[in-house]
């Protein structure tokens, strides 16, 4: 069974995808994202997932989004922001390369803003992080190998910063 060199973990916003891709890029191996999967295979925005089922059956896709790319996936691996709810995801982390990208909340405010395409985000951002945070920066940090912050960082440095922290620098 293969799984993946890398796999990120944050909350949404905190650039996953850009230095997932930059993580790839470096390391000349793929990269993937579960949101992204999500979307392919059911034909919809996450979004729209949300508003027409709700957010357990978003779940229930994404736990099994993220079983499917554990298993088939070499390279970094993004998964969505909240995929570290499920307890069985976190069980199936256990001894990867996982890595935390880390950003407080104002940076969060700052970066995600009132995006349309963040359903969790629609209605008071500021006091949402926060809540947010909260609840899942535990859950980030018993996952995760490595925690990178991401705070005034560009995503190069925090590319380097992830490298360093899984002591990949030289492959
Ligand atoms: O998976 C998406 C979705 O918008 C839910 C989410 C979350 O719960 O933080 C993060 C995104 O990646």
């Known amino acids: ?37 999500i979307v392919t295979a059911e034909g919809r925005t996450v979004a729209d997932i949300f508003v027409d089922e709700g957010e ?7 736990k099994r989004a993220v079983r499917t790319a554990l298993t088939e996936h070499e390279g970094v691996l993004a998964l969505g922001g909240g995929a570290i709810l499920d307890a069985d995801t ?11 990208l880390s950003m407080d909340v104002e940076e969060a ?9 963040r359903p969790l985000l629609a209605v008071n951002p500021r006091k949402q992080w ?19 912050p991401t705070d005034g960082r560009t995503p190069e440095e925090v590319t380097e910063a992830a490298l360093n922290a899984l002591e990949l ?3």
């Open 1 to 37: 069974m293969s799984s993946p060199v890398i796999v990120l973990v944050g909350p949404m916003g905190v650039g996953k995808s850009t230095v997932g891709r930059l993580l790839a890029e470096r390391l000349g191996v793929a990269y993937r994202d579960t949101d992204d999967d």
């Open 56 to 62: 357990p059956a978003f779940r229930a896709i994404e």
């Open 90 to 100: 976190r069980a199936l982390l256990a001894g990867l390369p996982v890595v935390y």
């Open 109 to 117: 405010v700052r970066r995600t803003g009132l995006g349309a395409a």
């Open 130 to 148: 926060r809540e947010l945070m909260e609840a899942r920066r535990h859950l980030y940090e018993e996952a995760a190998t490595a925690v990178v």
């Open 169 to 171: 620098k030289d492959v």
